[in-house]
T-cell receptor
Framework: DQQVKQNSPSLSVQEGRISILNCDYTNSMFDYFLWYKKYPAEGPTFLISISSIKDKNEDGRFTVFLNKSAKHLSLHIVPSQPGDSAVYFC????????????FGGGTRLMVKP | NAGVMQNPRHLVRRRGQEARLRCSPMKGHSHVYWYRQLPEEGLKFMVYLQKENIIDESGMPKERFSAEFPKEGPSILRIQQVVRGDSAAYFC??????????????FGAGTRLSVL
């Protein structure tokens, strides 16, 4: 039972253009969402997060949008750079769950020079 | 300021042996989490510990797996009598005390367990 889904296993984007990574969830109790980036043979690195009381959070080139009614969030990277090539995971935390993360399956982003 | 340290990075075991994975959290972090990633899949929560306490082990297999976070020293994930299906990357994460809010988890580089 996958509560967090990333339906696109891979995405290819030209350098300088926008990358949009999508994530859907089924548990309406989730109230905090995070995006992590992962390079091969490394651990996930935190990118950006958003609370369910907001619909947008921005940090430099990264913006996360949350649509609670659709149970959907997205990560926008503008402009995309070759160094952004990695696997991106979205994750969610329900309330009163001790902070444990439920991850999606990941999307592999390839940014072409 | 050292990050989350995991060792070993790679561990090879034969079926039936024991595997011990170690995790030292970031300085000042009192919460440790273990996750497992099977090939081509996302990370799956296994266990959440604080010093000398297991807070949530709902993701741990019922048999052969155990975890501890002693008062002194690293957190240990122990897998007894390993089987080929245990081959995976095991990631440890740490966070500071929750203090009522959501805290970011910081991950180590992982231990890649291969069972022959």
């Amino acid at each position: 039972d996958q509560q967090v889904k990333q339906n696109s296993p891979s995405l290819s984007v030209q350098e300088g253009r926008i990358s949009i990574l999508n994530c859907d969830y089924t548990n309406s109790m989730f109230d905090y969402f995070l995006w992590y980036k992962k390079y091969p043979a490394e651990g996930p690195t935190f990118l950006i997060s958003i609370s369910s009381i907001k619909d947008k959070n921005e940090d430099g080139r990264f913006t996360v949008f949350l649509n609670k009614s659709a149970k959907h969030l997205s990560l926008h990277i503008v402009p995309s750079q070759p160094g952004d090539s990695a696997v991106y995971f979205c994750a969610a935390i329900p309330p009163n769950a001790g902070n444990m993360l439920t991850f999606g399956g990941g999307t592999r982003l390839m940014v072409k020079p | 300021n050292a990050g989350v340290m995991q060792n070993p990075r790679h561990l090879v075991r034969r079926r039936g042996q024991e595997a011990r994975l170690r995790c030292s959290p970031m300085k000042g972090h009192s919460h440790v989490y273990w996750y497992r990633q099977l090939p081509e899949e996302g990370l799956k929560f296994m266990v959440y510990l604080q010093k000398e306490n297991i807070i949530d082990e709902s993701g741990m297999p019922k048999e052969r797996f155990s975890a501890e976070f002693p008062k002194e020293g690293p957190s240990i994930l122990r897998i007894q009598q390993v089987v080929r299906g245990d081959s995976a990357a095991y990631f440890c994460a740490s966070s500071p005390a929750l203090a009522g809010g959501k805290n970011i988890q910081y991950f180590g580089a992982g231990t890649r367990l291969s069972v022959l």
